[in-house]
T-cell receptor
């Protein structure tokens, strides 16, 4: 099936640093999304991107939908301890309906205070 | 409640037992999804309901998996004759109808199934 390659697998950064993670695919996606999952909870939507080239911010988070429609990145500025968790990219494949999503394997973010 | 509610939170089953996992979606949400999340992985699509109709079950891994939503609200995912490879977190999610575009998908906290 379709796969999303998410990197890095994990990150261990200092509080206050900026963070960048990305997601790539060999296939085109209609929509890219970024979710955060805390232990014992379900994923929570952070940002949704609907058009190639779109750059969207949500507070300290910024994400972009790659122009080729095969990649996306998420940046977190000035990280704080509550940013810890697992970040997933997800995409809606070209010929699938809304919310039938393919997820990456996640980036584990750990922040040193 | 305001969010998607799943029960039980944890389920331990002996291999060969049947299990039933329940999902209460957000009131008014027409679309309901089940995803399976193995340890250290992202969620994987299992099945999709629009109201009571199961429109897509292409992600169900075997015929031991069965899902229903008879009245278009609460859904149950049933796994018969559980195997160790069924151990995972089962996530339910609901949304307003989004046939072509993605609309915000609200996930429950999942049921962690462990098959011993």
């Amino acid at each position: 099936g379709q796969q999303l390659n998410q990197s890095p697998q994990s990150m261990f950064i200092q509080e206050g640093e900026d963070v960048s993670m990305n997601c790539t695919s060999s296939s085109i996606f209609n929509t890219w999304l970024w979710y955060k999952q805390d232990p014992g909870e379900g994923p929570v939507l952070l940002i949704a991107l609907y058009k190639a080239g779109e750059l969207t911010s949500n507070g300290r988070l910024t994400a972009q939908f790659g122009i080729t429609r095969k990649d996306s990145f998420l940046n977190i500025s000035a990280s704080i301890p509550s940013d810890v968790g697992i970040y997933f990219c997800a995409g809606q494949p070209l010929r699938e309906y809304g919310n039938k999503l393919v997820f990456g394997a996640g980036t584990i973010l750990r922040v040193k205070s | 409640g305001a969010g998607v509610s799943q029960s039980p939170r944890y389920k331990v089953a002996k291999r060969g037992q049947d299990v039933a996992l329940r999902c209460d979606p957000i009131s008014g949400h027409v679309s309901l999804f089940w995803y399976q999340q193995a340890l250290g992985q992202g969620p994987e699509f299992l099945t999709y309901f629009q109201n009571e109709a199961q429109l897509d079950k292409s992600g169900l891994p075997s015929d031991r998996f069965f899902a229903e939503r008879p009245e278009g609200s609460v859904s149950t995912l049933k796994i018969q004759r559980t195997q160790q490879e069924d151990s995972a977190v089962y996530l339910c999610a609901s949304s307003l109808v989004g046939r072509t575009t993605v609309v915000p998908l609200h996930f429950g906290n999942g049921t962690r199934l462990t098959v011993t």
